[in-house]
């Protein structure tokens, strides 16, 4: 065979496959379960969240504001839980504005709260330090 026509056979071949390659890389269903998917209700609570700069003073996952307390487990905290949660959006104590949320807004951010709790731990692990110097890691 003539090297010219080797060599194109040899490209064509590469340019197919790069063109498969692309189609299956591309068109594959990218979704994966680790994608959270909130709740209609959730997303309204998440827009408010947003809107209403809660980030500001609050972490959710450690990121945030540190003015008050991070809210990622709040709900499923036993000592605290989404109701006593709701207490706080329309009080105002300390130095958290007093908000007037509507009830189907403070049920839409406590579902935000509560699906965000669905998603994790943070922090993610308890270290005990021991006396001797060894710091002992239990995860969540
Ligand atoms: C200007 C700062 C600020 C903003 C903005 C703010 N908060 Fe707070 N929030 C605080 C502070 C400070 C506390 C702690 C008050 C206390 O312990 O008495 C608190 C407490 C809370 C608590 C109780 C937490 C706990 O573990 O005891 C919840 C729930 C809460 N806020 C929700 C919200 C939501 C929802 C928003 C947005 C709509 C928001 N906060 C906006 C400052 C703020």
């Known amino acids: 065979m003539d090297k010219k026509i080797h060599n194109r056979t040899i490209l064509g071949g590469l340019i197919l496959l790069f063109i ?3 189609i299956v890389i ?3 269903n990218t979704s994966n379960n680790q994608a959270v998917i ?3 209700k959730a997303q309204k609570g998440e827009h408010l ?3 209403n700069n809660c980030t500001a003073c609050h972490q959710l996952y450690g990121l945030g504001g540190y003015l008050g307390p991070d809210l990622t487990n709040i709900a499923s905290n036993p000592n605290k839980g989404i109701d006593y949660a709701k207490a706080f959006f329309n009080s ?3 130095s958290m504005p007093q908000f007037n949320f509507s009830t189907e807004e403070q049920n839409q951010i406590a ?3 509560t699906e965000v709790d ?3 731990f943070y922090p993610d692990r308890n ?3 021991e006396s001797d110097g060894w710091v002992t890691v239990n995860y969540k």
């Open 38 to 40: 909130l709740s209609p």
């Open 92 to 94: 105002g104590v300390k």
């Open 20 to 22: 498969g390659y692309n």
């Open 111 to 113: 579902a935000f709260l």
């Open 127 to 129: 270290a005990i330090f």
């Open 49 to 51: 969240w947003q809107e």
């Open 26 to 28: 591309y068109t594959q």
């Open 118 to 120: 669905k998603t994790g």
